[in-house]
């Protein structure tokens, strides 16, 4: 049975002979910023809908679990997380998680696209909540030339919550911008990037990530999945690499006692997404 297209929206994966379809009640609004072609939908069951040159950004009902597994998890890592940096990450949903964490001192986030997040002040406020936080610095800027001009040594956390890589994020796949997030990163730093489906990108993607993560000098790397509906075949990933120190050694004791609520992540979602399944293993040789 065809869908009609007025009534459906879908994202075909070209390559991958699969799709993914919401049914929707209204186009909110479409533009073509500077830099990209920004749509919002309100859906009939998983609220607004925003896509990016045709990709499925995120939706109300399913985004807490990729930007709950974008912060927590490498906030938790890190010894003494003050300074965290995002890069991308416009609609804000992963800088309102790492602004739950009260030891973070300063949160800054560098999306290259200001109409992202004009647009998810609109149609997500509940993802905007902490944008006035006095922690929070919001900079519509290119990721990669910021992070190549920062301080040596000067940041904690670099979180990459990017489009997929092409257009502007294709060059926050590549191994001179690891470099320069190994450059900025003090001696405790983390880089976490959200490194695609495990399913479709282990052998491309997120084997290249290991790679060139593993070349500039990052000591330890490791991919966690996660459930993510609306993205291709509805299994995501992020990947974490460590300036020192091991995925292993993370705070138990402080995720337990954390005093902020959370609707995906906790000790044993944690726990569980150190686990690596054997065929990524075969590919990522670990
Ligand atoms: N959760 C999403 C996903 O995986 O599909 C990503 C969400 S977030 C909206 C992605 C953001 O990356 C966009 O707002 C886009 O403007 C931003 N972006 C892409 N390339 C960038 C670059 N070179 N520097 C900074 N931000 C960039």
Redesign the pocket.
């Known amino acids: 049975m065809a869908l009609d297209p007025k009534k459906w929206f879908t994202e075909i994966f070209q390559n991958e002979g699969t799709g993914f379809s919401l049914q929707i009640k209204k186009k909110c609004h479409e533009e073509q910023?500077k830099?990209?072609f920004l749509e919002i939908f309100e859906t009939e069951t998983f609220g607004h809908l925003?896509v990016?040159d045709s990709?499925?950004?995120?939706t109300e009902r399913d985004?807490f679990l990729?930007?709950e597994m974008?912060s927590h998890p490498a906030i938790f890592t890190h010894p003494s997380p003050k300074n965290v940096v995002i890069?991308?990450?416009?609609?804000c949903?992963?800088l309102k998680e790492v602004l739950k964490h009260s030891d973070v001192q300063k949160v800054t986030q560098?999306?290259?696209?200001e109409?992202?997040?004009r647009l998810?002040e609109q149609y997500f406020p509940e993802l905007c909540t902490a944008n006035n936080d006095p922690r929070a610095e919001l900079l519509f800027?290119?990721?990669?030339k910021?992070i190549k001009d920062a301080e040596a040594e000067s940041i904690d956390i670099i979180i990459i919550?990017?489009?997929?890589p092409v257009?502007?994020?294709?060059?926050?796949f590549a191994i001179d911008f690891y470099r320069d997030c190994f450059k900025a990163l003090s001696s405790d730093g983390i880089v976490v990037q959200?490194s695609?489906s495990p399913l479709l990108h282990s052998q491309s993607i997120i084997k290249k990530v290991h790679q060139d993560m593993k070349r500039v000098g990052f000591a330890n790397t490791h991919t966690m999945p996660f459930p993510q509906p609306v993205?291709p075949t509805g299994w995501?990933s992020a990947t974490m690499a460590l300036k020192s120190g091991s995925v292993s050694s993370f705070r138990k004791e402080d995720i337990d006692r954390r005093r902020f609520t959370t609707e995906y992540y906790n000790l044993g979602i944690h726990q569980g997404a150190l686990a690596i399944p054997e065929f990524m293993k075969k590919i990522l040789g670990c």
């Open positions: 910023s830099y990209q925003m990016i990709c499925v950004m995120l985004n990729y930007h974008m890069i991308g990450g416009g609609d949903g992963t560098v999306d290259i696209d109409r992202v997040t998810s800027a290119d990721g990669i910021w919550d990017s489009t997929d257009g502007p994020a294709e060059g926050l959200q695609e993205y995501w």
